[in-house]
């Protein structure tokens, strides 16, 4: 070998441990980078004998929309950078709010020993008039480290398209995990009046158990609450299925059975606002079937004009059962005429005041009409009427 091709060589390794060097000594404290991925990104916490790291945060758009159903987060107990492993011991937010808009599943690893986050936020996209993008009922959290890990912890919230989440942790940690989110986890959804509403929570369970079900689950454009899951019953939470095409302008029969994983469902309860979010749609008729047996205030929305209760069960008329709060978007109670069922004894006061153009109610003998329950205009009429008492007014 001659002497220039020596030197060469000599130079070129120098340049290559100078230039490895300089790139290590470069790494600074606060420096960001994202993983392989590019969705979750780190921050140097500390280098040198110690090289540990934090999520600061992760990508919420993406632009190949078919993959919004399969956005997986599994935070790694380490990553490399620049040559060097780190560990992940942190997960921290500047605005104390970590949200995501297509994340079905994220996992922090056992390696955590710090979670600066006081808000989790999972708003998941929910078109099922898209041919590209799959529903998505849920996100699968799975949290590995201590619950001593959460500084300040305040909420854990999905919205109502991820109404199917479930949050599994280490069977040695489970009773501690159940104590620290009591009362902080929601399944939300926006309503017109009351702002925010939260009907069910995200169950907790163990890692690897396949046998737990959420509280609530998506059938058929429609939500449904498990009340008793021995007994296989369910509420309405809130009902789409009146904006499907065909249904405007007719009458649309809420179905008595519903299923879940293969397991049949009886509805037996309609809870508030189940059939409000409907309020764009043409007026439609309503029939509610006989395994219902009871039916809370402002559960039915302004555009139904005929309500069929003849086959339930319920025993009393709730006070505004008709949601008069789209006076406020011009658009006032359309309901014209209502059947009660035998079993109904009693109408609440201001049951149907806020109806308008309510002309005809049917109900059976001994019913009890509470204060203002009825406008003065309203024919009471069609069925085996005998008495009806009038309850005095309240001074």
């Known amino acids: 070998m001659s002497k220039t091709l020596i030197l060469s060589a000599i130079f070129t390794l120098v340049f290559i441990a100078l230039t490895s060097s300089h790139k290590i000594q470069a790494v600074q404290v606060g420096d960001t980078f994202t993983d392989e991925t590019g969705i979750i990104t780190f921050e140097i916490k500390n280098t040198g004998e110690e090289n540990i ?6 990508e919420n758009e993406f632009d190949d929309i078919n993959l919004v159903n399969s956005v997986k987060i599994v ?17 921290e937010s500047p605005n104390g709010t970590l949200n995501s808009e297509w994340i079905s599943e994220i996992e922090i690893p056992a390696t955590t020993n710090i979670i600066k986050v006081k808000h989790f936020t999972f708003d998941l996209e929910r078109n099922p008039e898209s041919e590209k993008v799959k529903e998505i009922h849920g996100v699968k959290f799975v949290f590995k480290c201590s619950p001593d890990a959460f500084e300040q912890i305040e909420s854990i919230d999905v919205n109502d398209a991820a109404i199917e989440s479930i949050i599994y ?17 929601r399944c939300i959804f926006l309503d017109n ?3 925010i509403r939260s009907y069910t929570g995200i169950p907790i369970a163990k890692i690897g158990d396949s046998s737990v079900n959420p509280e609530a689950f998506i059938f058929e454009d429609s939500y449904y609450r498990i009340l008793n ?10 009902s789409y299925a009146l904006k499907k095409k065909g249904i405007k302008g007719t009458c649309y029969t809420q179905p008595s059975i519903v299923y879940y994983k ?20 043409e007026p439609v008729e309503l029939k509610l ?34 949601n008069s709060n789209y006076d406020n978007y011009d658009e006032s109670a359309k309901l014209k005429e209502v059947i009660l069922p035998k079993t109904c004894k009693k109408l609440q006061k201001y049951a149907f005041y806020n109806c308008k153009k309510l002309k005809n109610i049917g109900m059976f003998e001994n019913v009890n009409i509470g204060y203002r329950a009825l ?15 009038l309850l005095p007014r309240k001074r």
């Open 75 to 91: 935070i790694p107990e380490t990553v490399m950078y620049e040559n060097t492993l780190y560990t992940v011991t942190a997960i």
């Open 229 to 238: 899951p021995d007994k296989k019953t369910v509420s309405l939470i809130c």
């Open 375 to 389: 406008r003065k205009k309203c024919n009471i009429t069609k069925q085996k009427m005998r008495s009806i008492v």
């Open 169 to 185: 942790v280490p069977e040695e940690y489970l009773e501690e995990y159940k104590a620290l989110f009591a009362g902080k986890l």
């Open 53 to 58: 790291c934090s999520v600061i945060g992760w």
């Open 193 to 195: 009046d009351r702002g």
């Open 262 to 281: 293969g397991e049949k469902y009886k509805v037996t309860k309609i809870e508030y606002y189940a059939f409000c979010n409907v309020r764009f749609d």
């Open 289 to 322: 079937p006989n395994t219902i047996t009871s039916i809370e205030s402002k559960s039915i929305g302004w555009n139904i004009t005929r309500l069929d209760l003849s086959e339930t069960k319920i025993k009393k008329i709730p006070k505004y059962l008709v």
